[in-house]
């Protein structure tokens, strides 16, 4: 058995209860941080073409956290307020025993200190997972789909096979779990394809979420024969159905519309056309530790240093707050021509989304 099959999680026993402010995180701008997205691995089972090179070179296993302090640092988050938590990757499905790591954090649903564990994922593994995930109190997931074209598909992901992740959203759905289709929006690649997505993911049960690409990371091409502007594609539907605004929103960055023709949700989540960030509410954790309080800033702390000086948590406390109160007010995205080099030189694989 490995090691971190084998340790032990970290139990709420042995928290530590100093709180270094005695309040939820706040940023400079007055914003509650109450949303930790955590990659649990930078390795993908897939190489999309917008967000990774083909020949990519991954982390070596010393560099990453283990099981144990990724346990450890989202429960000192959620002992500061947090409230969502998001299992991300790469794709965390392919870590070894990640499970584990569910059914250590699903005690923060039972206390009632957490309201929401999810997974995003490209449910590549989902077949494997769905049940269990499920029995860990996991509510709903994201699943990244942008075309039911099974070739397409392929040329999209490079390595995936659609019909595996077909198989997977079946079995979430059979383990009564929530599922959300995130799709990228490709000009020239999928972009006559995205309202029969709408059609298809609602007649499921399901909620779609369009997502424009970001410049995180090289990549083969250019992402400006990518860009696709959502205010293109919400008009383009326009012509099909009728979408309705509304003001529900799930912790994240998407802003929804009710597809009267479906009766389904349709989300849109514009980083480059109109960005979220007035209202953000969220910090990203790589697996290596570092701390990324914006997704379009490089400015990131280290919690890994903290949490391996250590095992009382006030250190870490001090690190996160510390990091929290350099939480930007905005990120500075930037595609076109004149700017080939991605807005921020870091894989979208690397900061879990």
Known sequence: MNSEASSTMRGPETQSNEIVSGQPLMDPFGRAITYLRVSVTDRCDFRCVYCMSEDMAFLPKRDLLTLEELDRICSVFVGQGVRKLRITGGEPLVRRDIMSLFRSLSRHLSSGALDELTVTTNGSQLARHA??????GVKRVNVSIDTLDADKFR????????????????????AGLKIKINTVALKGVNEDEIDDLVAWAHGRGMDLTLIEVMPLGEIDGQRIDQF?????????????????DIEERTGGPARYARVRETGGKLGFITPMTHNFCESCNRVRLTCTGQLFMCLGQEDAADLRAPVRASEDDQGLKQAIHDAIARKPKGHDFIIDRRHARPAVGRHMSMTGG
């Open 131 to 136: 049940a269990e995930l499920a029995a860990c």
């Open 155 to 174: 040329r999209i992901t490079r390595w995936g096979d659609l019909s595996k992740v077909l198989g997977g959203l079946d079995a979430a759905q059979q």
């Open 228 to 244: 696709m502007p959502l205010s293109v594609m919400r008009a383009r539907l326009g012509a099909r159905y009728t979408l309705e």
